[in-house]
Nanobody, 121 residues
């Protein structure tokens, strides 16, 4: 299977910045989409941003102009650069890979373990 390891979460003051990283490894055959999701306590997991291998990006309205998603195809790594953070950004952030492995030909979703981002005012 495919393994996703994410890092970069932490405690940050409102208005500050944080950068999350996600590195994929294992039996990767193809990567179609990379993304970030977040989930606050008692809330449904929501999409934050996605990026294709060609660099086409998509953002949730709540983070447009503040967050930037990027990727390094050679390293199978993608990032979420978060600026002007607000308390409502507080959540567990999960990286996501949509693609296929050498074991399973069908496209699937793979998830990181989650990293906590806490923004205080």
């Amino acid at each position: 299977q495919v393994q996703l390891v994410e890092s970069g979460g932490g405690l940050v003051q409102a208005g500050g910045s944080l950068r999350l990283s996600c590195a994929a490894s294992g039996s990767i055959f193809s990567i179609n989409l990379m993304g970030w999701y977040r989930q606050a306590p008692g809330k449904q997991r929501e999409l934050v941003a996605t990026i294709t291998r060609l660099g086409i990006t998509n953002y949730a309205d709540s983070v447009k102009g503040r967050f930037t998603i990027s990727r390094n195809n050679a390293k199978n790594t993608w990032y979420l650069q978060m600026s002007s953070l607000k308390p409502e950004d507080t959540a567990a952030y999960y990286c996501n890979l949509r693609g296929s492995s050498t074991v399973v030909a069908a496209q699937n979703d793979y998830w990181g373990q989650g990293t906590q981002v806490t923004v205080f005012s």
